[in-house]
């Protein structure tokens, strides 16, 4: 009997799953979960996730967080089945990051040591099964965004200084993580480090996914530290203005930055 939590069986092209097939899903698995994770909990590396359940023939890993996290099992089946079903924009809780590690899958699907398809269920439900496409349609909602110079304002988390160097906000309006791509020059990382866990306003190139979502910030001119007013606070450019816009953010968003697509790229 199938355990509560998330679970994934990998169907080998052959008779068998190689050794190398099961690290590299296990792999890929795990940075999905970890990243999916973080957009629901904002807590980066904290959460443990632990094998509840393992069969082999085919493969079949339970995988269940320790602390019982539903939200985020809710989003990964939710955003797969979305995903895997041609959606043209990305899930809730599927920042340009996840869906990057999802886009990486199609490695799985190729080589000699390679996966027929992946199935994936949350609580023994509904299955929702990868195909070798799976790059493809990933692809598909990374490339049907568009970009405005401007701002976002955010608290800044989790600087990264390994290969481009970059760092997150969390976006006051959409409240989702929004990586930042700054210059390598020491200046520039001391004035990131200084910030850290600060409220800021990043001005640059932002990118947006097809529903006015954020998901990346890049060439970006100036960041500087916002002063948080310490009593009742006036809406402000990028706020919500109203119960009902905030109960739906990113139909507002959309219906608000598509307006601005005339001064943006396709």
């Not at 979960?33 to 493969?59: C, F, M, N, Q």
């Not at 070798?132 to 988390?157: A, F, P, Q, R």
């Not at 307006?259 to 396709?266: E, K, M, V, Y």
Request: proline share 5%; aromatic share 8%.
């Amino acid at each position: 009997m199938t355990q509560a939590g998330l679970t994934f069986a990998i169907y080998p092209e052959g008779e068998s799953v190689s050794l190398t097939l099961f690290r590299k899903s296990i792999e890929d698995i795990h940075r999905l979960i970890t990243d999916v994770d973080y957009a629901v909990t904002r807590e980066k590396g904290l959460r443990r996730w632990v094998v509840s359940e393992l069969r082999s023939s085919i493969p079949t890993i339970t995988l269940t967080p320790l602390l019982g996290n539903e939200e985020t099992m809710e989003a990964i089946a939710k955003g797969l089945g979305l995903v895997a079903g041609g959606s043209s924009e990305p899930p809730a809780f599927f920042t340009e990051q996840a869906l990057e590690d999802l886009r990486r899958m199609r490695r799985l699907f190729t080589g000699r040591d390679r996966a027929r398809r992946l199935e994936f269920s949350r609580n023994g439900g509904e299955k929702t099964i990868l195909w070798k496409d799976i790059g493809e349609k990933v692809e598909k909602i990374l490339t049907g965004g568009y970009w405005n110079l401007g701002s976002l304002e955010g608290t800044l988390e989790a600087i990264n200084l390994h290969g481009s160097p970059m760092f997150t906000i969390w976006d006051r309006v959409s409240r989702a993580p929004v990586r930042c791509f700054f210059p390598s020059e020491v200046a520039w990382k001391q004035r990131v480090k200084d910030l850290l866990e600060k409220r800021i306003l990043v001005s640059g190139k932002v990118n947006y996914f097809r529903n006015g979502v954020p998901r990346s910030v890049s060439d970006i001119a100036q960041i500087d530290e916002v002063t948080v007013p310490s009593g009742p606070q006036k809406a402000t450019f990028g706020s919500i203005p109203s119960e009902e816009a905030s109960r739906d953010i990113v139909g507002f968003l959309h219906g608000i930055r598509e307006r601005r697509t005339g001064n943006a790229s396709p």
